[in-house]
């Protein structure tokens, strides 16, 4: 046990490393005396040099002082601030071998949190991007004074340093745009702006959307007061300035809190929602409704969806957590009724417009699936097709539970977490088989893989 104990990683001792593969969130995994070891930026097959930055009881972290061996995929970041922004963690990953790698983080995932037999599990190889960046229709920026100027940007990675992201490359051109014009726009009205170290200041996040395809888009300006101060001169500015923004919404959020949203929007100008057309549909977007944040990739990730339902016309189906029903109302044509849920109100406003927009057989109500389905079960209505889009958090323990009682002929479970998705399968695998798990790259450049999972109840 004493000798166990000399040979553990020592804080910044510095050894040789084998990065063996991409761990979840885009690290290099290695071992070294048989301890795992996670190294941001190292890439699978490449012999570095490694410093211990963080030593825990069951691995260590490091930092690459040298590569010895480079992987032949590895690329040069186009984005300059790439390593410190930390918002992207591939982009010196060859695209290729991203989707590859992605593939693979959903087998770890399935390896470390299942008793599945892997290797008979039909994985399927992961669907890009013809052109992967500028894909983002969505931006979160906090803002900041730097040195007398306004910024906006992301923290970086573990710390409160704000930097500033000018020219965003996985962001849509015009996002980028609006974002820098709305900068200089605080800045020319001199606008009091949130400190977040003194808890001081007013303007907090400046959030904006585009509808990809009707260029429509929507400003939200984030705010830790309740008013927002120079209101009529920013709105007037913004008008002016950017004719594109068609919405103008104030969000107040005193909280200390990492989300960004308060509980109260106000319209400032404009419409309360701006539109988004995907493939038929055109879906209504309020400010805090949920959307898929790359519109190319959501058209392929719900054609999965309606592939995997296998819809014939005659079934009921559910969609939980449907924020703004843009998944059943996809599939719901093949289907003799769609009921969805969600706990956020405004997205049960936005799929119940959207549902009649389409003339769709479709129920949506206010609240959780592990509510709804024991209501609806004992007034004699059970679903046959359960589709279900969770957090990152993946399903609540209480809804897996309610889909083991009303055992619907297919569950498909869209994930955008490999590890939640692992958990949740291994807990139905005594009732459902997988039929194949299809992952989907709906964030390039980052290590985040969505998937798409058929699991078929056993006969």
């Given at each position: ?12 001792q510095?050894f040789p ?8 969130n885009g690290e ?15 890439l ?14 069951k691995?260590a972290?490091?930092r ?5 061996q ?8 186009p984005?300059?601030?790439y ?6 963690q ?14 693979d983080i ?7 949190h299942?008793k599945?037999e ?18 983002r229709?969505?931006s979160?920026f906090?803002?900041?004074n730097?040195?007398?100027?306004v910024?906006?940007g992301?923290?970086?990675?573990n710390?409160h340093?704000?930097?500033?992201i000018?020219?965003c490359h996985?962001?849509?051109?015009a996002?980028?745009h609006?974002l ?18 003194k ?8 959030v904006t959307r585009?509808g990809i395809?009707?260029?429509q ?7 830790a ?7 009529a001169?920013i709105v007037?500015?913004i008008?002016?300035?950017l004719?594109?923004v068609?919405?103008?919404m104030h ?5 200390k809190?990492?989300l960004?949203?308060g ?15 995907l493939?038929?549909?055109t879906y209504?977007?309020s400010?805090?409704a949920?959307?898929q944040l790359n519109?190319?990739?959501?058209t392929?990730?719900?054609n ?6 296998a819809l014939?016309?005659?079934e009921k189906i559910?969609?939980a957590y449907?924020?703004s029903g843009?998944i ?6 093949e289907?003799?009724?769609?009921r ?8 049960i406003?936005?799929a ?19 509510e ?17 889009d969770?957090?990152r ?6 809804f ?10 297919r569950?498909i479970?869209?994930s955008?977490n ?10 139905l695998?005594g ?6 798990i299809?992952p989907?790259d ?18």
């Amino acid at each position: 046990m004493k000798q166990q104990n000399q040979m553990k990683i020592k804080l910044k001792q510095t050894f040789p490393l084998t990065i063996k593969r991409i761990g979840i969130n885009g690290e290099g995994v290695g071992y070294f005396k048989r301890q795992v070891v996670f190294v941001p930026g190292a890439l699978p097959g490449e012999e570095v040099v490694v410093e211990a930055t963080k030593v825990h009881p069951k691995f260590a972290e490091g930092r690459i002082k040298k590569i010895r061996q480079a992987s032949p995929h590895r690329t040069t970041p186009p984005c300059p601030v790439y390593e410190q922004c930390g918002g992207c963690q591939l982009q010196h990953l060859s695209y290729d071998q991203q989707l590859k790698e992605k593939r693979d983080i959903l087998i770890q995932s399935l390896e470390r949190h299942t008793k599945l037999e892997i290797e008979s599990l039909h994985i399927r190889e992961t669907i890009g991007m013809d052109n992967p960046w500028n894909y983002r229709n969505k931006s979160q920026f906090q803002v900041g004074n730097k040195d007398g100027k306004v910024v906006a940007g992301l923290y970086s990675l573990n710390s409160h340093k704000l930097i500033d992201i000018p020219d965003c490359h996985v962001q849509q051109p015009a996002i980028n745009h609006v974002l820098i014009t709305i900068k200089n726009i605080l800045q020319d009205v001199n606008v009091s702006i949130y400190d977040e170290k003194k808890k001081q200041g007013a303007v907090k996040t400046i959030v904006t959307r585009a509808g990809i395809s009707t260029g429509q888009i929507q400003v939200v300006l984030v705010t830790a007061t309740n008013e927002l101060p120079k209101k009529a001169l920013i709105v007037d500015e913004i008008q002016k300035r950017l004719p594109e923004v068609t919405s103008i919404m104030h969000n107040i959020n005193p909280k200390k809190t990492s989300l960004i949203f308060g509980d109260k929007t106000v319209t400032l100008a404009g419409k309360e929602t701006i539109e988004e057309q995907l493939e038929d549909y055109t879906y209504e977007l309020s400010a805090r409704a949920f959307f898929q944040l790359n519109p190319v990739q959501t058209t392929k990730l719900y054609n999965e969806v309606k592939q995997a339902a296998a819809l014939t016309g005659t079934e009921k189906i559910v969609d939980a957590y449907c924020g703004s029903g843009t998944i059943g109302l996809w599939v719901g044509k093949e289907a003799a009724e769609i009921r969805g849920m969600d706990v956020i109100a405004e997205s049960i406003n936005d799929a119940r417009k959207n549902a009649k927009t389409y003339n769709m057989n479709a129920i949506y109500e206010v609240g959780t699936a592990e509510e709804w389905l024991p209501k609806w079960l004992k007034q004699g209505w059970k679903p046959d097709v359960i589709i279900v889009d969770p957090p990152r958090t993946g399903c609540d323990q209480k809804f897996l539970d309610t889909l083991k009682k009303i055992k619907p002929k297919r569950f498909i479970y869209v994930s955008c977490n490999p590890s939640t998705l692992a958990k949740d399968i291994n807990q139905l695998s005594g009732l459902y088989n997988v039929e194949y798990i299809q992952p989907v790259d709906m964030f390039p450049m980052t290590a985040h893989v969505e998937a798409v999972a058929k699991l078929v109840l056993k006969v």
